[in-house]
């Protein structure tokens, strides 16, 4: 079992910057690659960026590109999202995911343990 838990959600301008961070807990947290997810109210779930075990390999979804940075920290068994040049249509919850592989992956049914989510939303 692998628990997560995000923080660092809130109300920004548009233009300005948050970073997000996910605490894992329960299993070892460099074996699995992570990845974070948003979900507007009456969308579906979207991918945003997923990085490898190692920290190595990240990849993004087109709209973030440029403007997110994902990385973790496996000693501090923290994954972080760094978001900058915030857009009102950023907003969202935000939620921090875990595969049990250590590959990346884009793709939720890929993903095995997930937070409660942290909400971010960007005024214009």
């Known amino acids: 079992q692998v628990q997560l838990v995000e923080s660092g959600g809130g109300l920004v301008q548009a233009g300005g910057s948050l970073r997000l961070s996910c605490a894992a807990s329960?299993?070892?947290?460099?074996?699995?690659?992570m990845g974070w997810f948003r979900q507007a109210p009456g969308k579906e779930r979207e991918f945003v960026a997923t990085i490898n075990w190692s920290g190595a390999r990240t990849y993004y979804a087109d709209s973030v590109k440029g403007r997110f940075t994902i990385s973790r920290d496996n000693a501090k068994n923290t994954v972080y999202l760094q978001m900058n040049s915030l857009k009102p249509e950023d907003t969202a919850g935000y939620y921090c995911a875990a595969r049990l592989g250590s590959t990346t992956a884009s793709d939720a049914r890929s993903y095995d343990y997930w937070g409660q989510g942290t909400q971010v939303t960007v005024s214009s």
């Open positions: 329960g299993r070892t947290f460099s074996d699995n690659a």
